[in-house]
């Protein structure tokens, strides 16, 4: 995932080419800041009222968005924000993580209009078109700034469902066996394994003259699609990842005793979401110690409530899902996110926080007002042009919808916020606007 993706010479979202976009209705898919500008007004509100509940910091706070796609999200989250000056004028910078140079450019365009960027250690800089305030872009979070009097507002939206997954399946007791042909299999093949052992799926090439039926191909990616060159088969033997991602969670090792069991997992996730808790609430280490925890993260991906995802790979090219392993370079390729499994990841990463969530988007949304902000924004358009107001419409009303062509249900948010013992939820999450 991550070489078809953000690979330098042919990735997906890093790959140079002229006129390429891989968001909206001329590209791949279209994600929720595209369909209506109520969504990053929305998350731009969440900020706000989660700044007024810590107490109004005057100094050193920081906007930060990782896989920031064209910039749109955070486009309406500063025309929001610079509504409520203090806040506005307390923001140290926005940073920007992203990988892609292309993606980067128009970023810069939406966000800074003509003022041109800088390169500085490790990473770039201008000056946004909002109140003149610093944007900064760098390809990994960990080269951001962290510090005790940094209060880090962070926004994942779509990020976590295209970081690497590593899928394994609980395979019956084995049978003698004296070779194997994985590669990457450990030397204990030989000896007889009377429990479960899990088994990881590894990536190998399809058998000549396959089918769609040989190959069980879903019936949603076989229209117009050539049977795939790869496919996901399990290894002969355990891996090292088999040996010991599995066995990091409870849940994960609950499920190994029932033979056919698969679960996916992201390493790179759980790394994210610690990342993200150790910079709101402090960390075991001297260097990432904070005596006040503040600031604040919400994510918003797709993926289940609280089940382990399985059998999620996917592919979509031209609004349309595929086979992930076609035409690499070419197809956005992502899986469903484990929202349980990043909550366990901040937890223990930090004394600091506590985790809201996930809540469907469209109880997120709803509860944050977008209902009464569509009434504004339909009121404010001349009845003449009735095109617009639809769009209006049936945009915010997708963003909430539970049916099959709606974003409300499948899509997810969750908050990791400073530790309150409970005595305070965050807005959207059950607790109240201030």
Known sequence: ???????????????????????????????????????????????????????????????????????????????????????????????????????????????CGDEPIKEIQDGFRSLSKYSNIPVIWYEDIRFLPRGEEKSPFIVAHEFFDALPIHIFQSVPPSQPSTSSTTPLAVSSSSRTSFVPQWRELVVSPTPPDSTHSTLGTPSSQRSSNTPPDFQLTPAKASTPNSLVLPESSARYKALKAQAGSVVEISPEGR????????????????????????????ILDYGPLSTIPVNSLRGIRSHQQVSPFSSPGHVDISADVDFVALADAALEASPGVEVYGPVE??????????????????????ERDEEKRKRLESGWKRLIDRGGAGMGKIYKAMAIVPLSGGKRRPVGFGGDLL
């Not at 790394?271 to 904070?290: C, D, L, P, Q």
């Not at 988007?361 to 001349?382: D, H, N, S």
Request: hydrophobic share 35%.
């Open 271 to 298: 790394s994210y979401a610690a990342e993200f808790a150790r910079r709101i609430g402090g960390g075991s280490t001297a260097e990432e110690h904070k005596a006040k925890p503040s600031g604040a993260a919400l």
């Open 1 to 111: 995932m991550r070489q078809c993706l953000t690979s330098p010479e042919g990735g997906y979202y890093t790959a140079t080419q002229q006129g390429r976009d891989q968001f909206g209705q001329r590209g791949d898919f279209v994600t929720s800041p595209e369909i209506s500008q109520m969504f990053g007004e929305l998350v731009g509100i969440w900020i706000v009222a989660e700044w007024m509940a810590q107490g109004r910091k005057t100094s050193g706070v920081e906007l930060i968005e990782v896989g920031p796609g064209r910039g749109t999200l955070m486009d309406d989250v500063l025309r929001s924000i610079r509504n409520f000056q203090s806040l506005s004028s307390s923001i140290e910078a926005v940073y920007l993580v992203e990988a892609s140079p292309s993606l980067r450019e128009a970023q810069r365009k939406l966000l």
């Open 361 to 382: 988007q469209g109880y997120f949304l709803q509860t944050m007002g977008i209902r009464k902000r569509a009434e504004q924004l339909v009121a404010g358009v001349p």
